[in-house]
């Protein structure tokens, strides 16, 4: 299976040892991401550490271990697609377009996520972490 992973995976992957965290460590799919996610975890960096009672440094190393099996994609590969995504989800959840358009611009399965308003969409398939779960089982 091939999957775009939404920042909420990789959030709650950080913030406590659970399911998703396993998933994401020991994940036998192919794993893709748009830039944005990388920046919406730093941007939210300090919350992880106290939601976590991580440390800086043991922050870093698990960020770095979630993210190694993820391919990041460089805005400039799914920009044209973009518009099509902003139509799709862009009233529902303004933060998600990078994810769609890059569920329109590569071959993939569809969105891991946990996010509710995903659903609100027809376009693309959604997975939770239980759906990931029942795949890998």
Request: with cysteine.
């Amino acid at each position: 299976m091939i999957l775009i992973v939404d920042t909420n995976i990789i959030f709650s992957g950080l913030v406590k040892e659970s399911l998703t965290r396993k998933l994401l460590i020991d994940c036998p799919f192919t794993l893709y991401a748009p830039d944005t996610l990388i920046n919406e975890i730093i941007k939210n960096e300090k919350l992880i550490l106290e939601k976590s009672g991580l440390t800086k440094e043991e922050f870093d190393i698990l960020f770095s271990l979630l993210t190694e099996t993820i391919k990041v994609i460089k805005k400039e590969s799914y920009i044209n697609n973009i518009k099509e995504a902003e139509k799709i989800i862009g009233h529902i959840h303004k933060a998600d377009i990078p994810f769609v358009a890059l569920a329109l611009t590569i071959p993939n399965d569809g969105v891991w996520s946990e996010d509710k308003h995903f659903l609100q969409q027809n376009k693309i398939k959604v997975f939770n972490t239980q759906d990931i779960l029942k795949q890998v089982s």
